[in-house]
Nanobody, 117 residues
Framework: QVQLVESGGGLVQPGGSLRLSCTASTSIFSIYAMGWYRQAPGKQRDPVAAITSGSTPNYVDSVKGRFTISRDNAKNTMYLQMNSLKPEDTAVYYC???????????WGQGTQVTVSS
């Protein structure tokens, strides 16, 4: 199974920015699916953003225009740049990867993002 290591979470004021990183133990060059979910306290884990092997991004409506997902194939790393953060963005953020259509999905360990003044 693919190992994923996340970093970049923390405490930020409303309107601030953070960049999350997710580094995989395998090449991400032709990955079937990869992206980010988040889970707020007492809520289910919900999708945030995803990126295709051709680097086409998809976002949930609540983060469009504020978050940017990207990938660096040479570093086997995916990023989530989060700008104009709001208190409702507070959650544990998880990256995921599914190497092929028949593969299991692997998850990162999660990183806490807290938006508060």
């Amino acid at each position: 199974q693919v190992q994923l290591v996340e970093s970049g979470g923390g405490l930020v004021q409303p309107g601030g920015s953070l960049r999350l990183s997710c580094t995989a133990s395998t090449s991400i060059f032709s990955i079937y699916a990869m992206g980010w979910y988040r889970q707020a306290p007492g809520k289910q884990r919900d999708p945030v953003a995803a990126i295709t092997s051709g680097s086409t991004p998809n976002y949930v409506d609540s983060v469009k225009g504020r978050f940017t997902i990207s990938r660096d194939n040479a570093k086997n790393t995916m990023y989530l740049q989060m700008n104009s953060l709001k208190p409702e963005d507070t959650a544990v953020y998880y990256c995921y990867i599914r190497p092929t259509i028949v593969s299991d999905t692997s998850w990162g360990q999660g990183t806490q993002v807290t938006v508060s003044s």
